[in-house]
């Protein structure tokens, strides 16, 4: 099983819908994050969190808003979705001490 | 100039050539650097860490110039499996969420 889970893995919805991607990690790390992935642009960052009560917004927070429910859980939601919206969003977490990063395996979102 | 900057290519090269890759950043007080690797539709994997010093890791060297703000990646003896893209990633602060990501090398490897 992968440590850092994402669900759904790939979503089709409709403009002006919300959306939550749900990321779940059994790697114990306090650090998790969510980024975003367009072609051309690479990987940017939307939202971080240090610990449950810690959040924090990325380079690209607008339109969207996270919750960390609990260590190993931190979900991504789109109030109301819109086409440029459509990426492949990653979860990841970090190790404290080597900065590592470590990454769900994507989640597929189109937003029509 | 942005803050990192690799060759996107595509790196067509034959099963057996040495490829490399540099990366420039701009930010100079940047304090750790990483090669990450990329499969196609998939996730982002640390390749290697890149020290000061220079390190190798098998067939894999990376080397960081601070004066000049680029690192660059080695891979000697491709193999088809190498085929992937390469991230240059760059943590310009003490907290690893000021990590910046380049947009990625791809590299493909030939028989």
């Known amino acids: 099983d992968a440590d850092v889970t994402q669900t759904p893995r790939n979503r089709i919805t409709k403009t002006g819908k919300r959306i939550m991607l749900e990321c779940s990690q059994t790697?114990?790390?306090?650090?998790m994050y969510w980024y975003r992935q367009d072609p051309g642009l690479g990987l940017r960052l939307i939202y971080y969190?240090?610990?449950?009560?810690?959040?924090n917004k990325g380079e690209i927070s607008d339109g969207y808003s996270v919750s960390r429910q609990a260590q190993a859980k931190f979900s991504l939601s789109l109030e109301s979705a819109i086409p440029n919206q459509t990426a492949l969003y990653f979860c990841?977490?970090?190790?404290?001490?080597?900065?590592?990063?470590?990454f769900g395996e994507g989640s597929r979102l189109t937003v029509l | 100039r942005k803050e990192v900057e690799q060759d996107p290519g595509p790196f067509n090269v034959p099963e057996g050539a040495t490829v490399a890759f540099n990366c420039t950043y701009s930010?100079?007080?940047?304090?750790?650097f990483f090669w990450y690797r990329q499969d196609c539709r998939k996730e982002p994997k640390l390749l290697m860490s890149?020290?000061?010093s220079g390190n190798e890791d098998g067939r894999f060297t990376a080397q960081l110039n601070r004066a000049s703000q680029y690192i660059s990646l080695l891979i000697r003896d491709s193999k088809l499996s190498d085929s992937a893209t390469y991230l240059c990633?760059?943590?310009?602060?003490?907290?690893?969420?000021?990590?910046?990501f380049g947009k990625g090398t791809k590299l493909s490897v030939i028989p």
């Open positions: 930010n100079s007080a940047s304090q750790s």
């Open positions: 990633v760059v943590n310009s602060g003490a907290g690893s969420y000021q990590l910046t």
């Open positions: 890149v020290y000061s």
């Open positions: 790697k114990g790390h306090d650090r």
């Open positions: 969190s240090f610990d449950v009560k810690d959040i």
């Open positions: 990841a977490t970090s190790d404290f001490n080597t900065g590592e990063l470590f």
